[in-house]
């Protein structure tokens, strides 16, 4: 895209999810900071001294083509402990959920902290379902050490899982996630895949190639195809 959208700041970021994408084209021009990542124990979510992070957002899906540029997000705060109602339907990451026709590429997240009872992961929590889907790529992102997803869901149910990349996703064809790697720290009985969290009922066109984790890749609850690494 020749004139896409351009996001200078955490205010710009929020506004272009907040509004579901609308399927334009966005484009970072600067490393985002959410958050003073000095006045947070991202390993704990603690704020330090009387520093008071800003929650970022959920429950909005986003269509669109999204490039980070190869810049970084740093600084997502999403807490369950702040009031947030424990439901399996939530959905968190620096892309709550996305949906159909939607590129998410060249984006990296450092120094968050997502806490959540339904679907996460640092890049994309959820992508919705649609069996009709023709095209959703996540490409060359990454969530790295100091990035910390924890899964509160202490009882399996099916495809509600966390990761470093994808949290889940269910009976959507044409999905490509490639070029990703995570380091993140994930925690919980269902937040232990570094890439895709769940994948359930979904067809062979769903594939992530040349992706990489510290740890088990996928998934904690599948029946869809081996996914290619």
Same mark, same amino acid.
């Given at each position: 895209?020749?004139?896409p959208y351009?996001?200078?700041?955490?205010?710009?970021?929020?506004?272009?999810?907040?509004?579901g994408?609308k399927?334009?084209?966005?484009k970072l @021009?600067?490393?985002i900071?959410l958050?003073?990542?000095?006045?947070?124990?991202?390993e @704990?979510?603690e704020a330090?001294g009387?520093?008071a992070p800003?929650?970022?957002i959920d429950?909005?899906?986003?269509?669109?083509?999204?490039d980070?540029d190869?810049?970084?997000?740093?600084?997502?705060?999403?807490?369950?402990?702040?009031?947030r109602?424990?439901?399996?339907?939530?959905?968190a990451?620096?892309?709550?959920s996305? @949906?159909?026709?939607?590129h998410?590429?060249?984006?990296?997240?450092?120094?968050?902290?997502i806490?959540?009872?339904?679907?996460s992961?640092?890049?994309?929590?959820?992508?919705?379902?649609?069996?009709k889907?023709e095209?959703?790529?996540i490409?060359?992102?990454?969530?790295?050490?100091?990035?910390?997803?924890?899964?509160?869901?202490?009882?399996?149910?099916?495809?509600v899982?966390?990761?470093g990349?994808l949290?889940?996703?269910?009976?959507?064809p044409?999905? @490509?996630i490639?070029?990703c790697y995570?380091?993140a720290?994930?925690?919980?009985?269902?937040?232990k895949?570094?890439?895709v969290?769940?994948?359930?009922?979904m067809?062979?066109?769903?594939?992530?190639?040349?992706c990489?984790?510290?740890g088990t890749?996928?998934?904690?609850s599948?029946?869809?195809n081996?996914l290619k690494?």
């Amino acid at each position: 895209e020749s004139s896409p959208y351009l996001i200078s700041d955490g205010e710009g970021l929020a506004y272009a999810i907040l509004n579901g994408g609308k399927g334009k084209y966005y484009k970072l @021009t600067n490393d985002i900071y959410l958050n003073d990542i000095n006045g947070v124990n991202w390993e @704990t979510a603690e704020a330090i001294g009387n520093y008071a992070p800003s929650e970022w957002i959920d429950g909005v899906t986003f269509t669109g083509y999204f490039d980070g540029d190869g810049h970084i997000v740093n600084g997502i705060y999403y807490h369950i402990g702040n009031g947030r109602e424990l439901t399996e339907s939530g959905y968190a990451g620096l892309f709550p959920s996305i @949906t159909r026709n939607t590129h998410i590429v060249n984006v990296g997240v450092r120094y968050s902290y997502i806490e959540i009872f339904g679907r996460s992961a640092a890049i994309v929590g959820y992508i919705v379902r649609d069996d009709k889907n023709e095209n959703i790529l996540i490409d060359s992102c990454f969530s790295d050490e100091t990035v910390y997803v924890n899964h509160i869901r202490l009882y399996e149910s099916t495809g509600v899982c966390s990761s470093g990349i994808l949290g889940a996703a269910l009976f959507t064809p044409n999905v @490509t996630i490639s070029n990703c790697y995570s380091l993140a720290n994930l925690t919980g009985p269902y937040s232990k895949n570094k890439i895709v969290g769940s994948t359930w009922m979904m067809p062979e066109s769903f594939v992530a190639i040349n992706c990489y984790g510290d740890g088990t890749l996928w998934l904690c609850s599948s029946t869809s195809n081996m996914l290619k690494t």
